[in-house]
């Protein structure tokens, strides 16, 4: 097994299991809803934003393993980051969901991100993994739903 499929594993299984920041976000300065309508899944994102930096970050809802993996990496990853970071980082996330990255360099520098890259093989798998990045993006720009169609 590579080295990126067992850390696949490892964080998908890890953070579905036990998602961090999961939960409500009491002080919420931006939030959206996400939905992706060929499976119903839904995940709301809560952000407490200062001084154009996300202080906070959590998530709720429910989904597949892939989403929810992916939504808990994206909490943990943007937390204490700029708004402008977190909008890079949802570029270069969708590029590399998308499969876009492959053979890049640009891999070794993205942590747990980099173990999406494998959805890019399977076109309804990059709607789960880009749901709640897709959702943050909503929230940043202060709307308050948004559909993956
Ligand atoms: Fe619904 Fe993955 S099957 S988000």
Known sequence: ???LRELYNDVILGHTKKPRNFGPL???TAT???YNP???DKFVVRMKIEDERIVDIRFEGDGCSISKASAS?????LKGKTLE???ELGVVFRDLATGQLEGTDRLDDLGKMAVFS???EFPVRVKCATLAWHTMDAAMAGKDEI???
């Open 147 to 149: 559909s993956t169609e």
């Open 1 to 3: 097994m590579s080295e």
């Open 38 to 40: 060929l499976c119903g």
């Open 26 to 28: 009491e002080d919420a």
């Open 73 to 77: 990496v994206m909490t943990e990853t």
């Open 118 to 120: 494998g959805v890019s």
């Open 85 to 87: 970071e977190a909008k």
């Open 32 to 34: 959206a809803v996400g």
